[in-house]
């Protein structure tokens, strides 16, 4: 008897092990990834690195100036900078969202030249869009160049945990020849510049930027659900603050570190396990790509990279009146969702 329990026991553990190991394979995009070896990759407080931009008391410090939050009420949102401008580096934060409902609600993580070059400017951007009570929070990238925001170089995802139940890390590397942004260390989104990009490729010095704002004309379902401030103040919280970059002279715009440095961010590629995991993430959670967007792009931008599956699905016509049923109700199913089995 003592045998047989001794194997059932062994036969339990071993279960459960495998069960454990199938469930990390299916959920998780990787697991351990290392950010970029940088040196001196330490974070901040709000005082040596940032200054408020609006919201008065809507922006609160905590923990000695290590954590931010910002809020949103009636009255207004809130929003912080980094109070030098960079040209190539490094950027990343620990973030919070609002939990409950929260139609309308935008919280962004981003890098921007806009109060510089009106016009012409360039932008990174992380921007958390909130839902309807029991939907997920979307996650949206935004690559912009030279003020080609007509242009449009956006992605949307959904995530593989819930950003309202703890702090996830979010970060953006930006060199002269590419950018990847990370969510917890792994790679979601990398592109490399190219020649036929020309000037939509970010490359003027910009600052980093936090806020919380009314989004409610755009941000959930095209603007169907806007925000309520019943359920006010929505609070976003950021810590583990990291500037990692080329400061710039804002007075002539001459950059102040040394060309190898500039050249360090250059060096960072990915090994094989982030690119896989960076494909598992694309393949399961991107629900939105402007490279497969025909309506707006008949031809696509020259940096995209389409298979011939998804060239004869978009081609055929189909992408525009393909649906399927999600939640009990007719949702428009977009080329990516056919395209990556959504």
Not at 140 to 160: A, D, K, P
Request: net charge negative; glycine share 8%.
């Amino acid at each position: 008897m003592a045998s047989s329990s001794s194997s059932s026991t062994t036969s339990s553990c071993f279960f459960f092990f495998l069960v454990l190991l199938l469930g990390s394979a299916l959920f998780l995009p990787n697991v351990a990834i290392a950010l970029p070896e940088l040196p001196n990759l330490t974070t901040l407080s709000f005082e040596e690195g940032y200054t408020q931009l609006f919201g008065d008391s809507n922006l609160m410090l905590h923990r000695e100036g290590r954590s931010v939050h910002l809020s949103l009420d009636q009255r207004t949102g809130a929003g912080f900078a980094s109070q030098d401008l960079y040209l190539h580096g490094f950027f990343s934060a620990s973030i919070k969202l609002p939990s409950d409902y929260a139609a309308g609600v935008v919280v962004a993580f981003y890098m921007s030249n806009g109060d510089v070059f009106e016009k012409t400017h360039d932008e990174l951007d992380f921007e958390f869009l909130g839902n309807i009570r029991g939907r997920e929070w979307r996650i949206q990238t935004n690559v912009y160049g030279n003020g080609s925001t007509s242009v449009g170089r956006e992605e949307r995802y959904g995530l593989w945990f819930d950003p309202t139940e703890d702090y996830h890390q979010y970060s953006i590397l930006w060199s002269s020849e590419k950018i990847i942004f990370y969510i917890d260390n792994v790679p979601i989104r990398e592109m490399v510049r190219t020649q036929a990009m020309g000037g939509d490729f970010p490359s003027k010095p910009m600052s980093l930027y936090a806020t919380i704002w009314d989004g409610s004309t755009w941000a959930t379902s095209g603007g169907r659900y806007k925000v309520n401030y019943k359920y006010a103040p929505y609070v976003a919280e950021f810590a583990d603050l990291v500037l990692h970059g080329c400061t710039v002279d804002p007075s002539d715009h001459e950059t102040t570190c040394r060309r190898s440095d500039a050249e360090l961010y250059n060096t960072i590629t990915m090994s094989e396990d982030q690119r896989a995991a960076m494909e598992k993430f694309r393949k399961k959670h991107m629900t939105y790509s402007y490279c497969h967007d025909r309506a707006r792009y008949p031809t696509p931008p020259p940096e995209c990279t389409i298979g011939p599956e998804a060239e004869n699905y978009l081609a055929s016509g189909e992408a525009k009146f393909s649906y399927h049923r999600r939640r009990g109700r007719h949702y428009r199913r977009s080329p990516v969702d056919v395209i990556f089995g959504i």
